[in-house]
C-alpha cells in the first residue's frame, strides 16, 4: 500500500504531490538547509544572549533585528554604504590591473620574476595598518587612504593567483602554439589568459573580499 | 559602525556587522556567477 502511495505521489500526472515537489516550491534543499543552519545559528544566540542579560555584552537577536531594520532605512548608513562600495569598485580596479599585469610578466618570464619578487614579497608581509599613517600624509584626508589600501590588500591574491596560473600552463600548449605559428600576442590572447582565467578569478573573489574586510 | 562602538550600541553594532557580511556576500555571489560565464566551459558537466 505504501509503494502504492508513493508510486501516486510520484507519478508524472500529480506533480503538486510529494516531498521532493513540495520543496522544490520553497527553492529546494539548498534553501531549507541554509534555514536551519540559520534558525540553529539563531537559536544558540537567544539562549546565549538569555544567559547574559546584557545589551551591552550580547543583545538578542530580536533587538538586533531592530537595530538592522533601523540601519538599512537610514539614508546616511546606505550613503557610507554607496560611498564604501564606490571605494572598493575603485581600489579593486587598480588592483586588477596591477595585479593581472605583474601576475602575467611574473609567470611567464623568470627575469621579471627575480627582479620583481623580492620587492613584491617583502610588501606583501608589512602589516596593513602600518600603511595607514603613511597613506594619510601621502593622500590627505579623504578617499585616497582608503582607496588605497584596498587597492594594496587586493594586488597580492590577484598577483599570487595570476602567477600560479600561469606557471600552471602546460608547457605544451606554448610549444604547440609556436609550432602552429602564432606570435606573442596571440599565445598571450588565446593561450596564457584562456588558461590562466579560472586562477585568476579565484584571486579576484579574495581580492573583493578582502578589500571589503578591510574597508569596514 | 565605528560610531555605534564608541556609543556602545552593541545592537546597531552587530546589525551593521551582519549587514556587511550580507553586501559582501552579494558581491561573491555576483563574482562567481561572472566567474561561471567566463569559464563556462570548467562548469559544463555539472
Known sequence: ?216 | MVEAQTRMETPTLIALMIMAALVGYGIDQILLLINRSLTRWKYARE
Open chain 1, 1 to 216: 500500500m505504501e509503494e502504492i502511495k508513493d508510486s501516486v505521489c510520484r507519478a508524472p500526472g500529480n506533480p503538486k504531490l510529494g516531498w521532493d515537489n513540495l520543496l522544490s516550491v520553497f527553492g529546494g534543499r539548498r534553501v531549507l538547509y541554509n534555514l536551519i543552519t540559520l534558525a540553529v545559528v539563531v537559536g544558540i544566540w537567544q539562549f546565549m544572549s538569555d544567559q547574559y542579560r546584557s545589551d551591552l555584552l550580547l543583545p538578542p537577536p530580536w533587538k538586533t533585528a531592530k537595530a538592522f531594520v533601523f540601519a538599512v532605512t537610514d539614508v546616511d548608513t546606505l550613503r557610507n554604504l554607496l560611498l564604501t562600495l564606490r571605494h572598493v569598485a575603485t581600489g579593486f580596479g587598480i588592483a586588477l590591473s596591477i595585479g593581472m599585469t605583474f601576475g602575467f610578466l611574473m609567470g611567464y618570464s623568470k627575469t621579471v620574476m627575480q627582479l620583481v619578487d623580492p620587492v613584491m614579497g617583502g610588501l606583501r608581509q608589512v602589516p596593513v595598518m602600518a600603511w595607514v599613517p603613511l597613506t594619510i600624509v601621502w593622500f590627505g584626508l579623504g578617499d585616497g587612504p582608503t582607496v588605497f589600501l584596498i587597492a594594496l590588500v587586493g594586488t597580492f591574491p590577484i598577483l599570487l593567483n595570476t602567477i600560479a596560473g600561469v606557471q600552471s600552463i602546460s608547457k605544451d600548449y606554448f610549444h604547440a602554439a609556436r609550432t602552429m605559428g602564432a606570435g606573442s600576442w596571440s599565445i598571450f590572447k588565446d593561450v596564457m589568459v584562456p588558461a590562466a582565467l579560472p586562477d585568476v578569478l579565484t584571486g579576484t573573489r579574495l581580492a573583493v573580499s578582502a578589500g571589503w574586510m578591510s574597508v569596514i
